[in-house]
């Protein structure tokens, strides 16, 4: 018998919203010349705040502070005492956690479990590691050697212009501002139009911080001030991360110019259950892979590939632990599945899941009592699913999991890399040289085995093919803002 637990919500009390939002630019707070739009809660359905949304010219405004201060300070400081400020802003991180947790639960739909203990976490340790480069570039690739005898000493790209979505708001704001950083450069940032209040949230830390006016620039708005940023003559660097459609978009924008481009994009992992995986650990695996943030997660495993011969005790024990996974308010931290965090993201969700029923794949959803009001999705899983399904070729960004079996590690990796991602794998064995072979013949940017979705700043991060270009985190993290 599945345990009952008592509420406990987190008290959103701690955050101190406003009831609107201009942009942060050259250190302060200014109105944008545009309108504004709504930031909704996605579990309620409740206004939190009106956000400006930034024009061209206020895009312009941005790119001009981030050049004055690349000029006037930020490229020309000691690393050493750029490092300083993004330690700093690493230890607020910390100390207003609690804050910041709360309000990405709130205005993302996450669980606060998650906000507290995976996200905000990582963004402070992604700016202390940073932090740490910040004084030792020459040491960060062999080319840059200190003693200067191979290649020209590491040197800031410019002005960075970073765009990111909206399933980790905080956690891809540090993947992009913390490494761009600490090589010297200055950055304007947009997040996603629906969840642009952790950012906001970021640039008061900035002041906390004393961060140099123009370092940090937050303009908000929707995919209109996103194209004008990557449009803008004035910026040397662009990175992106979001779905491959507008990644390729960016892609057109920025071919031909001088801009160096980095691309996080989509994903549609496999994970791999072999039949001597311990299979319990490999389930818990399995639901960490595709329910962790509702399954808005690019690298999620969305594709579970069972040896044949585990297949019914494998899904027998999914859909046994699937019933005890809770769903509802983010702000309880009994929650495992929050909210789906738009309307448009959970009609994306409804449809390809009707199309997977359509095509002939088994549904079934874990039973649960959705909440009336907001954006909910019931933990679902597809099984009789071939490889030509829409469920199985494309992103559905949502806690829906297709499964197909294997019988051969030949087998497994043909149709894990049957797919034109290439972000993420998992792998579920006993043998190391399993794992090993595996880890050699699988497409993908990142391969964990008997684990998912673990992160650390010290490890790159990134995909090939349809995925994306470049890696964020870890040594490699550098490259991206560093000329060279
Ligand atoms: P999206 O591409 O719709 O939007 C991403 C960001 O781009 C948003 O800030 C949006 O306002 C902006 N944007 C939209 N159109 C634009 C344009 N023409 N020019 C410039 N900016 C524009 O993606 P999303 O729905 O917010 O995010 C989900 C996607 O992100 C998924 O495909 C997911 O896999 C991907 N993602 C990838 C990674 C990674 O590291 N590879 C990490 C997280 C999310």
């Known amino acids: 018998m599945a345990f009952d637990y008592a509420p406990a919500p987190e008290s959103r009390a701690v955050v101190d919203l406003a009831s609107s939002y201009g942009l942060f630019i050259g250190g302060e707070f200014v109105d944008g010349s545009g309108s504004s739009f709504k930031s909704i809660s996605p579990a309620t359905e409740e206004v939190l705040a009106e956000v400006a949304e930034a024009t061209e010219a206020d895009a312009d405004k941005a790119v001009a502070a981030a050049r004055r201060a690349y000029a006037r300070t930020w490229s020309t400081m000691p690393g050493s005492e750029r490092a300083k400020y993004l330690y700093r802003i690493a230890r607020i991180i910390q100390e207003r956690s609690r804050e910041l947790a709360v309000l990405e639960s709130l205005d993302n739909g996450k669980p606060i479990r998650e906000a507290r203990d995976v996200d905000v976490p990582l963004v402070a340790a992604y700016f202390f590691y940073y932090a740490g480069w910040a004084d030792k570039l020459e040491y960060a690739a062999p080319s840059w050697q200190p003693d200067g005898s191979r290649g020209s000493a590491p040197a800031p790209l410019g002005v960075a212009a970073q765009v990111i979505p909206w399933n980790f708001p905080l956690l891809m704001l540090a993947w992009k501002v913390a490494p761009a950083l600490a090589c010297g450069n200055t950055v304007v940032l947009k997040p996603a139009e629906t969840t642009a ?46 779905s491959t459609e507008v990644g390729k978009e960016i892609a057109r924008a920025v071919a031909g110019t001088k801009k160096s481009l980095t691309l ?12 001597d995986a311990p299979i319990d650990q490999a389930v818990e695996g399995v639901v960490n892979g595709i329910f962790f943030n509702q399954g808005h997660v690019c690298c999620a495993g969305s594709r579970l590939l069972v040896q044949e011969s585990v297949f019914d005790d494998v899904m027998t024990r999914l859909k046994r632990r699937m019933k005890t996974l809770r769903v509802g308010d ?28 359509a095509e002939g794949a088994q549904r079934w959803s874990a039973p649960c009592d959705l909440p009336d009001r907001g954006y909910w999705f019931a933990p679902t899983v597809f099984t009789e699913v071939s490889q030509a399904h829409r469920i199985a070729r494309e992103e559905i960004f949502g806690p829906v999991l297709s499964v197909l079996t294997f019988r051969t590690p030949a087998e497994a990796v043909e149709k894990a890399n049957n797919t034109p991602f290439g972000l993420s794998a998992g792998v579920w064995t006993d043998k190391g040289s399993l794992i090993l072979w595996m880890a050699n013949q699988l497409r993908a940017g990142v391969v964990w085995a008997n684990t998912f979705n673990q992160f650390d700043p010290t490890s790159p991060f990134g995909g090939y093919k349809e995925s994306g270009y470049g890696r964020e985190g870890g040594r490699h993290g550098l490259e991206a803002y560093l000329a060279h």
Do not use: M, W, Y
């Open 197 to 242: 209040l952790t950012a906001l949230f970021f640039g008061e830390i900035c002041q906390q911080a004393d961060l140099p006016p123009g370092v940090v620039n937050i303009i908000t708005g929707a995919g209109e001030t996103g194209r004008a940023l990557v449009a803008h003559p004035d910026v040397d660097k662009v990175a992106f991360t979001g």
């Open 330 to 357: 983010p702000l309880d931290k009994n929650t495992d599945v929050g909210a789906i965090n738009s309307p448009q993201q959970l009609a994306k969700i409804q449809e390809l899941t009707a199309v997977g029923e």
């Open 264 to 275: 996080e994009l989509g994903g549609k992992a496999a994970n791999i259950v072999f039949d």
